[in-house]
C-alpha cells in the first residue's frame, strides 16, 4: 500500500465522518431540547355513514390543545388504511368547522399489478370530532 493511498482513504474517512456529524449532532440536539409534547394514543370510534358497525383506530396525538389539520390527516389515514388495501390517495383538503370538527377530503384509487393509476377518481370523506372522539367516513366504491 503506498502512502498516497492511505492518505486519500484517510481523507475520505475524516470526509464521511464529518458529514456523519453534520447530520447526526443537530439531531440530537433538537431531540434532547426540544420541549415535551403530551402525545398520547386516543383512540376513535370510527363508522361508515349511516351503518351502526364499528372500529377503532388508535392515533398518536396531542389533543390537549384541540386538534390541528396534521393530527386530523393522520386519523383519516388510518381510518383509510384500516378499510382500503392496494389503494393511494392524497389528501384534497382538511377544513375544520366553527366546533372544532374536522372534515378531511381523500381522493384515492387502487393499484393493480403494481400499476398506478393515472388518476385518482374516487372520495374517501373523514369528519373527526375530536371532543368525543368519534369518526364517520364516506366513500365511493
Not at 392515533?59 to 393511494?88: C, P, R, W, Y
Request: with cysteine; proline share 3%.
Amino acid at each position: 500500500m503506498t502512502l498516497k493511498s492511505s492518505s486519500k482513504r484517510r481523507k475520505i474517512f475524516f470526509a464521511a465522518f464529518v458529514l456523519l456529524a453534520m447530520v447526526v449532532v443537530p439531531v440530537v440536539f433538537a431531540w434532547r431540547f426540544s420541549p415535551k409534547e403530551s402525545v398520547e394514543r386516543v383512540d376513535f370510534i370510527c363508522r361508515l355513514d349511516n351503518h351502526n358497525t364499528t372500529f377503532t383506530v388508535s392515533v398518536a396525538v396531542n389533543l390537549d390543545d384541540g386538534m390541528d389539520s396534521s393530527e386530523a390527516i393522520t386519523v383519516a389515514d388510518k381510518v383509510f388504511q384500516h378499510q382500503m388495501t392496494n389503494a393511494i390517495y392524497i389528501v384534497k383538503s382538511a377544513e375544520a368547522d366553527a366546533n372544532g370538527v374536522w372534515t378531511v377530503k381523500l381522493s384515492w384509487e387502487l393499484v393493480l399489478n403494481g400499476e398506478l393509476p393515472e388518476s385518482l377518481s374516487h372520495f374517501f370523506d373523514v369528519v373527526i370530532n375530536p371532543s368525543n372522539r368519534e369518526v364517520s367516513y364516506t366513500r365511493c366504491y
